[in-house]
């Protein structure tokens, strides 16, 4: 019989094309337990080899070194206990990294009551909407909609511009960029827009994490 924790890992695996990582489940469902990463991966193992409900899949990279990803009974108990239809997992090794931070903090931000929706390209622009962020919160911490936008490397200056223009467009009051640490914030934080019309806050996966499992939100730097 499956544990709460393991249908938290089928939700999450569910949520994410059927697709997650143990760098994810450290950081999420086992967050706070002794030797997270290492009891995550024995409950996948479990999950593996006495239900079937997910495989290991090579990534083919160092870390992580395996993806952990719904088969077609995992799919199934999905469906039957979630209502959740799952498609078939997409394998990336350029996006891996930007998924794994992507996880965990949609995974927070949904854990201390906002309505946090994930995006695609088609269904946004669908929608008449001019930038596909990562995800979106129609009225975060009650400031108006928001963009969240995961940030693993720098780029060039005009793109982040660009996004700015097309928030404008979208009528968006906020964005707020996650990155993977304390080092990569800074070495961003000085080529983004400023601008009156939309607060621009930059975060960290390790202060979402830390402040949204106490129940609070994470700490913000505005961009001024």
């Excluded at 193992?45 to 083919?60: A, F, I, S």
Aim: aromatic share 12%; with cysteine; net charge positive.
């Amino acid at each position: 019989m499956l544990t709460d924790r393991d249908n938290e890992i089928m939700v999450l695996l569910a949520s994410f094309s059927g697709k997650s990582y143990n760098q994810v489940l450290e950081k999420t469902a086992f967050y706070g337990l002794k030797n997270a990463f290492k009891q995550a991966g024995n409950r996948v193992r479990k999950l593996r080899d006495t239900y079937g409900l997910v495989e290991l899949v090579p990534t083919g990279i160092m870390s992580p070194k395996n993806a952990i990803v719904l088969t077609s009974k995992g799919k199934d108990y999905c469906y039957e206990n979630f209502g959740v239809e799952v498609g078939n997992a997409y394998m990336n090794i350029i996006t891996i990294h930007h998924n794994i931070l992507e996880q965990i903090s949609f995974y927070w931000f949904t854990k201390i009551g906002n309505e946090v929706v994930r995006t695609t390209v088609k269904n946004w622009k669908e929608q008449g909407y001019n930038h596909t962020p990562d995800f979106y919160c129609e009225n975060f911490k009650n400031k108006g909609k928001t963009y969240f936008e995961i940030e693993i490397s720098k780029k060039q200056e005009k793109r982040y511009v660009e996004l700015f223009l097309n928030a404008l467009k979208d009528d968006i009051k906020n964005i707020i960029y996650i990155f993977e640490n304390e080092k990569k914030l800074e070495q961003i934080k000085n080529v983004l827009p400023r601008s009156t019309s939309v607060t621009v806050a930059l975060t960290t996966i390790d202060d979402i994490v830390k402040s949204c499992s106490e129940g609070n939100y994470p700490s913000l730097k505005l961009i001024k």
